[in-house]
């Protein structure tokens, strides 16, 4: 590994932990589902009127820890599309369930232009106030939209969703269209619960192991003066900048190679015209974008671009799109077993991340500096 002079770290998994973004997850799915103001299905997924104790009584019915690992093992990494992709697969077993008993009322609502999508979500309450609705009906959904995809990852199985819910439904909703108004109502809540705007703050983000080891780490990797360190995240900036200043660790990075989500929207923006490709993980331009900083968009979004040097670079992460991305960028992989998979599910992990590619599996960042023999 003498050769390595660059490392590039994802961070949720690998340095952060991802626990806040999976709670403001649920948190958004049960606002949508159970709210009063949206589908008002209130004990849908169990009793929880308390928003301090949700997380803890029914956080694992609204999305349980099985759909998070099926979820990252298919390499999708966005929280925001976890958000509109969980919401989707309960709304089209509870819609469906529906549609058996009031078809046409559900379809006029759904088809209402006149409606925000607030209001159709209100309407369409309305209609399943004479039922004691459970669930179990959106496990159901889940569990077909699994099966269905076995052979799908990445980007592939977000796509599948539209095609999932209208062969579901029988005809098509935009109201489920990728980037539509659910889409970005999921957005609008996520960070509303995300940034303690909602009159609840979850608990700050965390390391995924003890941060006193974790900057040991850091700081013997740098002060070796062989490596350059750098990170590739699909968080935003600000979720990126703010919570390493406070852990005191952001020191050890690079600043001009921080690349994430705010970068991929920046640049899918300038390219659109020209191009409809999706730059986030696993597609390797935030890897690009850190290696190459002052390299123009249009070069890195293009499919053959190429690194001139890919064995001197290495990126760690956690999940099945960071290893995706680090073949599809031909640098070295280091696979993490920190972050999402606990117990049985962590030799699993282990070998989902080598089923992709992954070159070399660690049990955490800490492993590093004798992985790379550093003195």
């Known amino acids: 590994m003498q050769s390595i002079n660059t490392l590039i770290f994802d961070l949720d998994g690998v340095i952060t932990s991802e626990t806040k973004y999976w709670n403001t997850s649920r948190l958004t799915a049960w606002e949508l589902i159970c709210d009063r103001n949206y589908l008002g299905l209130t004990n849908y997924f169990g009793d929880s009127p308390d928003v301090a104790t949700r997380l803890t009584d029914v956080g694992d019915n609204i999305i349980p820890k099985s759909f998070i690992y099926e979820l990252k093992s298919r390499a999708i990494n966005s929280n925001w599309d976890l958000t509109f992709f969980v919401c989707c697969l309960h709304f089209v077993g509870i819609f469906k369930a529906i549609q058996q008993e009031q078809t046409e009322n559900l379809s006029n609502i759904l088809q209402n232009n006149n409606l925000t999508l607030k209001q159709q979500l209100q309407a369409i309450g309305q209609l399943f106030q ?40 029988g005809q098509h909703f935009s109201f489920f269209d990728p980037k539509g108004e659910l889409w970005q109502l ?23 192991i003890d941060l006193a080891s974790i900057d040991k780490t850091l700081k013997v990797l740098s002060n070796s003066g062989r490596f350059i360190l750098a990170i590739a995240t699909g968080r935003p900036r600000n979720e990126v900048i703010e919570p390493l200043t406070t852990l005191g660790i952001l020191k050890y990075f690079d600043e001009t190679r921080i690349v994430t989500y705010d970068e991929v929207i920046a640049a899918e923006s300038i390219i659109a015209n020209d191009n409809k490709i999706k730059l986030g993980k696993p597609h390797p331009f935030i890897l690009y974008k850190a290696i190459y900083p002052q390299e123009s968009v249009e070069s890195l979004s293009s499919d053959k671009f190429k690194i001139s040097n890919p064995e001197t670079i290495a990126y760690i992460g956690d999940a099945g799109s960071d290893v995706v991305a680090a073949k599809k960028a031909g640098v070295f992989s280091i696979g993490v077993l920190t972050g999402f998979a606990e117990g049985e599910a962590r030799q699993k992990k282990g070998e989902m991340l080598i089923s992709l590619g992954c070159d070399v599996i660690l049990d955490s960042v800490l492993d590093l500096p004798e992985f790379l023999k550093i003195n």
Do not use: H
């Not at 980007?155 to 209208?166: D, P, Q, R």
């Not at 619960?193 to 390391?207: C, H, Q, R």
């Open 130 to 169: 004479s039922s004691n609705y459970q669930s179990q009906i959106s496990e159901n959904a889940i569990a077909e939209f699994w099966a269905e995809t076995k052979s799908l990852t990445g980007a592939a199985v977000l796509n599948y969703v539209n095609t999932f819910i209208t062969k579901k439904l």
């Open 186 to 208: 999921c957005y609008y809540n996520f960070q509303a619960w995300y940034e303690g705007k909602k009159g609840y703050d979850l608990p700050d983000d965390e390391t995924v």
